[in-house]
């Protein structure tokens, strides 16, 4: 199994910024899509940004569109999640994931869960004055 780790998380206000960071043991991120999922407290857990195994490609759900952006740096092996304009809304523990299928997958990724089956253990974020 894949295994991802996640960091960055914690306590931010309303209006703030964080950048979480999904690294890699024992793999080169760079040959997978990843995608960015979060869950909230008494909800589903839902996708919320991924990037092909290019960089070149992305896709964000509307909740965030214009407020996060997804990269990579192959460099670190590293995905990260810069979040900014945080609203009490986006509080939850987000999640970086990858599997088979997205493995040298180049164009569109999607936020469908089912097509991930590699997922690190979470990272909160709190959005709150």
């Known amino acids: 199994q894949l295994q991802l780790v996640e960091s960055g998380g914690g306590l931010v206000q309303p209006g703030g910024s964080l950048r979480l960071s999904c690294a890699a043991s024992?793999?080169?991120?760079?040959?997978?899509?990843i995608g960015w999922f979060r869950q909230a407290p008494g909800k589903e857990r839902e996708g919320v940004s991924c990037i092909d195994s290019s960089g070149g490609g992305t896709n964000y759900a509307d909740s965030v569109k214009g407020r996060f952006t997804i990269s990579r740096d192959n460099a670190k092996n590293t995905v990260y999640l810069h979040m900014n304009s945080l609203k009490p809304e986006d509080t939850a523990v987000y999640y970086c994931?990858?599997?088979?299928?997205?493995?040298?997958?180049?164009?569109?990724?999607?936020?469908?869960?089912?097509?991930?089956?590699?997922w690190g253990q979470g990272t909160q974020v709190t959005v709150s004055s």
């Open positions: 024992g793999f080169r991120l760079d040959y997978y899509a």
């Open positions: 994931t990858t599997g088979a299928s997205q493995l040298r997958l180049i164009g569109l990724c999607m936020l469908s869960q089912n097509r991930y089956d590699s």
